[in-house]
């Protein structure tokens, strides 16, 4: 069975970081993309950023663009998206999801995701 297991979330001061994770099994990692989206209240669900596995390149949206960072662990099957100096408009729960089929959708559409991981909740106080 497919998996995506995001943890990391919580209550961080503004100004603060956290570590999000997204381990991920039955799939093949390697030749995946593994994308953030998150979903604030009475939101859209937005994608974040994404890391392809195979050469490790990202991308991310310009509002996360030198604050935030992916990376993966191929062995762990498992990716990183570590935030920092976060703002109160960061709060959202975050998702993981997967891409592991060829696709004509954009890796920003949610729609375009194969495979998706329960979310985390961060909230970031001001």
């Not at 109160?88 to 991981?117: F, I, N, Q």
Request: hydrophobic share 35%; with cysteine.
């Amino acid at each position: 069975d497919v998996q995506l297991q995001a943890s990391g979330g919580g209550l961080v001061q503004g100004g603060g970081s956290l570590r999000l994770s997204c381990a991920a099994s039955g799939f093949t990692f390697e030749d995946s993309v593994i994308v953030w989206f998150r979903q604030a209240p009475g939101k859209e669900r937005r994608q974040v950023s994404y890391i392809r596995i195979s050469d490790s390149s990202s991308y991310y949206v310009d509002s996360v663009k030198g604050r935030f960072t992916m990376s993966s662990d191929r062995a762990k099957s498992t990716v990183f998206l570590q935030m920092n100096s976060l703002k109160p408009e960061d709060t959202a729960v975050y998702y993981c999801a997967a891409v592991v089929k060829t696709s004509m959708r954009s890796l920003s559409d949610p729609h375009g995701m194969d495979y998706w991981g329960k979310g985390t909740q961060v909230t970031v106080s001001s």
